[in-house]
């Protein structure tokens, strides 16, 4: 065989291993929702985009600055983190969450928390004959983690009345995405006994903790829910939300030494690392509060118009007290709603994403400018 034949075979040697990967994975929701934003961006007033979480706001001065002072970074940062980070990650940790006796073996930064979302089950070394569970209710992420391990997922309303067997990673969420509920400490520590004995490693999606309106979110990690242990326990959180990082990719992960020491040794091999720079604004994020306040009530206000603009139009609301979302329905097909609100120029997120319980739901952020917000509260109202 020549070299030129086996460089035209190479190309469909490579496609047949992508296709046999994307073969897991559900189609990207998403895209459904081209056609929709399109009618939307036709409104003479403009889309009011209310679909997607991602900040519009500005990162925090002090945080550019952070980023900025630490930009002359030529050489490798490393995985677990600068001590500066880690001392960041611990503090922030005890203080904010209320765990105890943390230390640096306890926490472990992240590329952004979808990608541990995405990857922690095959990490974790799951595989057939495994079986993560996620909410009905929930982000579509964790069953993408769980199709790309090649486990088998399994939906729950409440998780201590699955069968345990074979189960070896349960995911929570709370507060949720996409309906806002937030899980109190009775159930949470009903849940994590549960799983604690039968040996299932539970890890808690807490990236809206912060953002409580009218529910108080509490960790997986604080000791009224574990009991002062984190065995068994990891607690996903991001800075995506309360200090607008989205574009920084700056998560971490705490709780379990042991399980975050496993998921360390694989991503020193793989290159799982968050940039000099970004570590340096994420310590610098952490340590302050006065942004997360100021971006709080930017929110809050927002919020408040349109849940009022959305229930003086017919919606009635369901959960959401608290994260960035909205969960608003008309009890009819969400694509119908959908439709409806492209018309008026705003985009929403289909219910139907987030599993088929929510058929008839739509989800809709908040994380529009004040400007958009107040365009798409006239819309809803007129």
């Known amino acids: 065989m020549t070299s030129s034949q086996d460089n035209s075979a190479a190309p469909s040697l490579l496609g047949g291993a992508a296709r046999r990967v994307s073969a897991l994975l559900p189609p990207f929701p998403w895209d459904r929702l081209e056609p929709y934003k399109a009618i939307a961006a036709a409104h003479p007033d403009g889309i009011v985009d209310l679909s997607v979480g991602t900040p519009v706001d500005s990162v925090p001065q002090l945080v550019q600055d952070a980023l900025a002072a630490a930009s002359d970074s030529p050489g490798y940062p490393t995985v677990w983190g600068a001590t500066a980070l880690k001392d960041a990650l611990v503090g922030w940790v005890e203080g904010r969450l209320g765990a105890r006796g943390m230390t640096h073996r306890n926490v472990l930064p992240v590329v952004g928390s979808k990608e541990l979302v995405a990857l922690l ?76 004995q039968h040996g299932i ?116 609301i369901e959960h959401s007290e608290a994260s960035l979302y909205l969960w608003a329905t008309r009890d009819e097909p969400c694509w119908d709603t959908i439709a409806d609100l492209a018309k008026h120029g705003i985009l929403a997120a289909p219910g139907e994403f987030y599993g088929t319980a929510g058929a008839n739901f739509v989800r809709v952020a908040f994380t529009a400018t004040d400007e958009r917000v107040a365009s798409a509260v006239s819309r809803l109202t007129a």
């Open 201 to 316: 490693l539970v890890v808690s999606d807490e990236c809206y903790l912060e953002l409580g309106w009218e529910a108080e979110p509490v960790s997986v990690l604080h000791p009224d829910v574990c009991d002062g242990s984190v065995d068994g326990l990891i607690a996903v959180h991001s800075l995506s939300k309360r200090s607008n990082l989205a574009g920084y990719r700056s998560a971490f992960a705490a709780g379990d030494a042991a399980v975050l020491g496993e998921l360390l040794e694989i991503r020193k091999h793989s290159g799982f690392i968050v940039p000099a720079p970004v570590q340096a604004a994420t310590v610098a994020a952490l340590g302050d509060t006065a942004h997360v306040t100021e971006q709080r009530a930017r929110y809050a206000a927002r919020r408040e118009a349109l849940r009022g603009a959305l229930t003086a139009s017919g919606f009635r």
């Open 121 to 196: 089950p095959w990490q974790l070394g799951l595989g057939p004959g495994d079986r993560v569970a996620f909410p009905r209710l929930a982000y579509p992420t964790y069953e993408v983690g769980a199709r790309l391990a090649r486990v088998e997922a399994v939906v729950y309303d409440d998780p201590t009345e699955l069968d345990p067997e074979g189960l070896r990673l349960l995911w929570l969420n709370s507060p949720s995405n996409p309906t806002g509920r937030v899980l109190g400490v009775d159930e949470l520590r009903r849940i994590v006994a549960w799983a604690r």
